[in-house]
């Protein structure tokens, strides 16, 4: 457990000095920090800020979710992200915490089919390209892009989210 902790505190103070820097330029400045980096603080302040208790594996994953920027990663990139920084967690453990980041509005969840879901780490309103032959998720840049006709929804119902998802192949 101890050299588990040192990695991890190590692995903090690398990147630290910079991002505490940016942190006070972004707070002079009268707007949000990116998380970039993401020191334990600002994980910290996130779980805490989503009324979620920041527990060391809450910490550890959220560190690895969000110190690398925006992203797209299914529980199992997760996992395995999470093995190789010798972070102890169970897959289930993983599935579990990506759902409560989800519910706690700090993760994007986008069905791609039945059988594979992203978890994307920019909640900010938008779309998504699937490349079918490297099963990758990449946002769509253009930020006017919308429907042309929205369905008529059922009484007693609201549209939460539209979610689009473009799936490309290579050309053969």
């Given at each position: 457990m101890f050299t588990r902790a040192r990695n991890l505190e190590m692995t903090e103070n690398t990147a630290s000095h910079?991002?505490?820097?940016?942190?006070?330029?972004a707070l002079l400045s009268g707007r949000q920090p990116a998380l970039t980096g993401c020191p334990w603080h600002d994980v910290n302040?996130?779980?805490?800020s989503a009324g979620l208790r920041p527990t060391r594996q809450r910490m550890a994953l959220g560190w690895l979710l969000f110190g690398k920027g925006a992203r797209h990663l299914t529980a199992e990139m997760l996992y395995e992200e999470a093995t190789l920084?010798?972070?102890p967690v169970s897959l289930a453990t993983v599935y579990?915490?990506?759902n409560q980041l989800t519910d706690a509005g700090l993760l994007r969840q986008v069905s791609v089919d039945g059988t594979k879901t992203y978890f994307d780490t920019n909640v900010t309103t938008h779309h998504h390209y699937y490349l079918e032959n490297s099963h990758e998720l990449v946002d769509i840049e253009d930020p006017h892009l919308a429907l042309s006709k929205m369905p008529e929804v059922p009484?007693?119902?609201e549209i939460s989210r539209?979610?689009?998802v473009v799936r490309l192949r290579k050309k053969r």
């Open positions: 910079y991002d505490d820097d940016a942190h006070a330029a302040e996130m779980l805490q920084a010798k972070v579990n915490t990506l009484e007693g119902y539209i979610d689009m």
